[in-house]
């Protein structure tokens, strides 16, 4: 179980032209800014293409690739290199936008494509669970995000009423 | 060993810091290592629950 080597999987996918975008989110794309952020699984955010002739989008092919490859499903999951991923379309405008904008990494000779840290902030942000704001906290705290840019973002994307209410809530009044 | 509290929270900090600065592919290989022990846990805490000898707490009457 390594995860350079899901990592590596889901390029490989790429490559093969089964995905053509991705980015990592979540707990593993915030451990690219943060402190290691324990998670049980990993979100990769793609863009799926149409099937031919058709408006609807299959998730269909992407599994059929990885079964061959010997990949099982647990549930949502399919368990890559031993670890459980979780593919995410990209379903909203601050998604598609952090899927556009994601950077690439190097993990010791491995490239990862991964959400900018102040579009895990905002999308942590627009989700909002206990773990969400947890996070979001965490990205304050180290002082990674550009603020101009995050805030931008809060505001591109309708998030400022509730950016307004978590800094009452958590910040006292403002970041 | 300090039971200042406000020094205890500038050392955690400072810790998360360290541990948010170390190369990517470190901290990957620590997310390999908390996941494992996360799956031993719960593993572990299944166990408990389902074949596990229990006692059966006692009928505390309450009159």
Known sequence: VNIKSTIAAINQMQADGVIQRYAIGGAVGATFYLEPVATLDVDVFISFQPDAGSLLVSPQPLFDYLKARGCVMEGEYVVVAGWPVQFLPAANPLVLEALDQAVEKNVAGVPARVFTAEHLAAIALQTGRAKDKARLLQFIEAGTLDTKCFQDIVARHGLAPTWQRFEQQFLGGAA | ?63
């Open chain 2, 1 to 63: 060993m300090t039971f200042d509290l406000a020094r205890i929270m500038a050392s955690k900090r400072a810790f998360r810091h360290r541990l948010a600065a170390r190369p990517i592919e470190e901290k990957l290989a620590l997310l390999d290592e908390l996941r494992a022990r996360a799956i031993a846990l719960r593993e572990s805490r299944s166990a408990a629950e389902s074949g596990g000898l229990r006692e059966e707490p006692p009928l505390y009457r309450v009159q």
